[in-house]
């Protein structure tokens, strides 16, 4: 079965700090993606990054990187330099990759990041 | 490109009635749609798989009769809540996976409450 764990339920930092936030999945899959969506309080979700579980390599997009270690079974995002309107619940998720369209995505528990002014 | 509309935004209902959400694919065929609920300050929770053309295939503890899935083409696929309770209330949001990419999209969602 797969399953996605956000241990850190919310987090509070002040502007301009960087923060992580963690994930860990489980997968019987050899093959699988791993996805990063923002939920702001509209509700619509935001895609930030999909990893495919061949490339470990780390990704740096402007402020944000993601940290992919396959070893730990984890995944984890930062954010550098923190600011108010990255407020929102991030969502680690997780999907196969066999079997085309029908595959389903699995969603983390999600944390809620507030970031003061 | 690959926008999936969804609607309505929100909708408030009796208890008792049944309330209609309508997912459209604008620019791609879904042959499949995941419809997920969303309790709040929950995650989203996967409720079923609609498939074109065939049954949907309902998540455990999902009950079938309450929650119908109709997918009867390629650009459509709708989820009706039957006899809406309170605990009914909940954002549900539809999405489909682009078989080019392996990414996803997502409806806007569909925010519900039942009085």
């Known amino acids: 079965a797969q399953k996605v764990t956000q241990a850190q339920t919310e987090i509070s930092v002040v502007e301009k700090e960087d923060v992580t936030l963690d994930c860990v999945y489980e997968?019987?899959?050899?093959?699988?993606?791993l996805f990063w969506y923002k939920q702001p309080p509209s509700g619509e979700l935001v895609f930030l990054i999909r990893?495919?579980?061949?490339?470990?390599q780390n990704e740096i997009s402007g402020r944000y990187s993601w940290n992919f270690q396959k070893s730990t079974s984890s995944f984890n995002f930062t954010i550098t330099a923190s600011q108010v309107v990255d407020s929102a619940v991030y969502f680690c998720?997780?999907?196969?990759?066999?079997?085309?369209?029908?595959?389903?995505?699995?969603f983390g528990t999600g944390t809620l990041l507030a970031v003061q002014p | 490109g690959a926008v999936v509309s969804q609607h309505p935004s929100w909708v408030i209902c009796k208890s008792g009635t049944s309330v209609k959400i309508e997912c459209r694919s604008l620019?791609?065929?879904?042959?499949?749609m995941f419809w997920y609920r969303q309790f709040p300050k929950q995650s989203l929770m996967l409720m079923a798989t609609?498939?074109?053309?065939?049954?949907?295939?309902?998540e455990q503890g999902v009950e079938k009769d309450k929650f119908l899935i109709n997918h009867a083409s390629l650009t459509l696929s709708t989820l009706t809540v039957t006899s809406a309770h309170p605990e009914d209330s909940s954002f549900y949001i539809c999405?489909?996976?682009?078989?080019?990419?392996?990414?996803?999209?997502f409806g806007s969602g569909t925010r519900l409450t039942v009085v």
């Open positions: 999405s489909a996976r682009l078989t080019a990419n392996y990414g996803y999209t």
């Open positions: 997968t019987r899959d050899t093959t699988y993606y």
């Open positions: 990893r495919n579980s061949f490339d470990e």
């Open positions: 998720a997780l999907s196969g990759i066999d079997g085309g369209a029908t595959n389903k995505l699995i």
């Open positions: 620019d791609f065929q879904a042959t499949t």
């Open positions: 609609s498939n074109e053309g065939s049954k949907a295939t309902y």
